[in-house]
DNA sequence: TTGTAGGCGTTATCAA
DNA sequence: TTGATAACGCCTACAA
């Protein structure tokens, strides 16, 4: 009953005596056959099993397949334990998924570099984050397709982002009103090193247009405006949002001396781990500690003591980014997307 | 400089004066040419921006894309909230991204239900979860490509499983050999309905082959088994893993008499909610309650306090269904994913 | 070692 | 309203 190959729009129209086109057109293009005959096709295909147009073939012909690409920073693998991510991916999916897209993660830096030219797959890209010397981002925007592109600005691309300076300010001078003289700031990504470490005096002052270093320099810039100052080795890098890593940050900065009373996290995940690490420690949170974060998380809402942060808005940056990028006119439009201090009880 | 369509393997070969085949073999078959010569040709095209063969053209003519889909049960959007399915996607992505292949994500329900074709595009299928009555489903079986099944047994693909009734008995056991005598179980996906509700003696009885179900039998026979009893109304149906949908059943349990003093939780997330409830209505965990999860997912081990719960190996299980796709022998094995008790704070 | 040519499954143009 | 036919860009026998 059922052959090994699957059927193809030739093999049905040789079978229903028919032209190809014919069946093509009761597939795509109704006004082009008779209601009565289309109905007929359409029936003997779904009987015959055929279920329409090979993809490949199509996006061959036809130069587009409806596959949306996500071009993300890191590993796929690692994306998928980034809440931050996943919110921002959600977004993606929910209007993607109401327009009959499908959707397709592409990472930069995937181990095997070989390429595979999937990038001529995708009718458009989502670009989230900062891609320097990407071989995958430059071939993508070699195909000259539509483009987003969400937390950092390229002049010929519409993209979607957040005042990093104004979130981070805001929070910063949440913590510094209160009863805090001792910080300490766990960043992420702020050097190219895949440890966790302290900055120098020297990468505080490197110059980068780097979401990490916009927040770094709006906390900085508020501690200064609060009389208080802080000094590089009381900043940490942390290579990637993982928990595990914060950990390690989160228990360096509260086994130094002098104590700390106040930690500016650059994420909730981080400030998560502060959290973790203090409660092991028998810091309470917020009397000894006060704590912020970044991103507003699901889990951060949850946490012990909940979590005082800013929402940045990452499901809805990325509902925008996915409808600025089906949007058949393709302005150049800059959204900025508001975020929202979240005052809880960590600080 | 740039023109404005893509170059062509065609366009090249002309360029340079050599026929397509050499372009073509210079990028799949180095054998097919000498060494010096293939050099020039990378070269030349690496400065002409040709980043080789056209992904459509390739796989129509090769029957191959590189592309592996995964289907999953619900909408991308649901699943990209979902810890578990984030872990599993996670043991997908590594193994992927090892073997130089592309992940998409498939999702059977999607609101159009329009059909896109995408089913011809992928080279193999991971299949998520029962897939009852899913069009998709039945067309990407049409394919006759090779499939894994994950969490659900056919027997014409290999599997990828765990032992759900056991694993669902030992914990419940655990929670048993405690001072516990009365009980509330929260279900997932019990019944067929959208909305948080308590299910009926009959529904008590359904046979059905679902994990739900498996886990539900199990944690039945462990109650009678330690002499005690559950009613029908003390078992909640939460139709999906949703942290808000988690808390009304949550509420409603922990608000019922006689007060309950254990809490079978078919997942994490719905274990996290009990937590929340319960610390918002003064009741301690695990002194005047016990909660036992399911799935062992990052949160539960950060939570206050940690859950015990069973881990499935969720990422495992994704890394093992991946392997077995690729794995050219394509045996039809069924694999037992282990899992393991484990014993934190909540219980 | 390199080139020629046919066809993978569609769709669009044009003619019937 | 329907049908023949030429691309779409590539791969691979096979011929040179």
Redesign the interface.
């Known amino acids: 009953m ?1 052959s ?3 059927l193809t729009l030739k093999k049905v129209a040789s079978i229903l005596n028919v032209s190809t086109a014919t069946i093509s057109n009761a597939f795509n293009r109704p006004d082009q056959l008779s209601a009565r005959l289309r109905e007929r096709i359409l029936s003997e295909c779904e009987r015959l ?1 055929y ?10 012909r036809k130069g587009e ?3 949306i690409g996500v071009l993300l920073t890191d ?3 690692y994306h ?2 980034d809440a931050v991510a ?2 921002f ?3 993606i ?2 209007v ?5 897209k ?6 930069g830096c ?3 570099q ?8 995708p009718d458009g890209f989502i670009i989230y984050g900062t891609q320097d010397h990407n071989p995958l981002f430059e ?1 993508i925007i ?3 397709k539509p483009i987003v592109t969400v937390d950092f600005d390229s002049p010929d691309y519409p993209s979607v982002n957040i005042d990093n300076h104004a979130a981070a300010f805001e929070i910063a001078n949440h913590l510094l009103a209160q009863s805090v003289d001792t910080l300490a700031i766990l960043g992420l990504r702020l050097i190219h090193s895949d440890r966790v470490c302290r900055i120098t005096q020297d990468e505080l002052y490197d110059q980068s247009e780097s979401v990490s270093r916009r927040r770094l320099d709006a906390y900085i810039e508020a501690i200064k405006n609060n009389n208080l100052d802080i000094d590089a080795e009381r900043i940490w890098h942390i290579p990637l949002n993982l ?1 595990e890593q914060a950990k390690q940050a989160a228990k360096e900065a509260l086994t130094s001396l002098p104590r700390v009373n106040g930690i500016i996290c650059m994420s909730d995940t981080i400030a ?1 781990a502060v959290l ?1 690490v203090a409660q092991e420690l028998n810091i309470s949170v917020p009397q000894d500690l006060k704590v912020i974060g970044f991103d507003d998380i ?2 951060a809402k ?3 003591p909940p979590l005082t942060t800013v929402c940045q808005g990452s499901k809805l940056k990325g509902q925008l980014a996915a409808e600025a990028l089906l949007d058949k006119h393709q302005n150049t439009t800059k959204l900025m997307v508001p975020t929202e201090l979240v005052i809880r009880k960590s600080c």
Do not use: C, D
Request: glycine share 10%; net charge positive.
């Open positions: 059922q090994n190959k699957p099993g279920h329409g147009p090979n993809l490949a073939a199509r996006s061959l397949s409806g596959v590993s796929l693998a998928f334990t996943n919110q991916l959600q977004g999916s929910e993607l998924e109401k327009n009959n499908q959707l397709l993660m592409l990472s995937s181990s095997g070989i390429a595979t030219g999937i990038e001529a797959l071939r070699r195909q000259n928990y998560l973790s699901p889990e949850r946490a012990t």
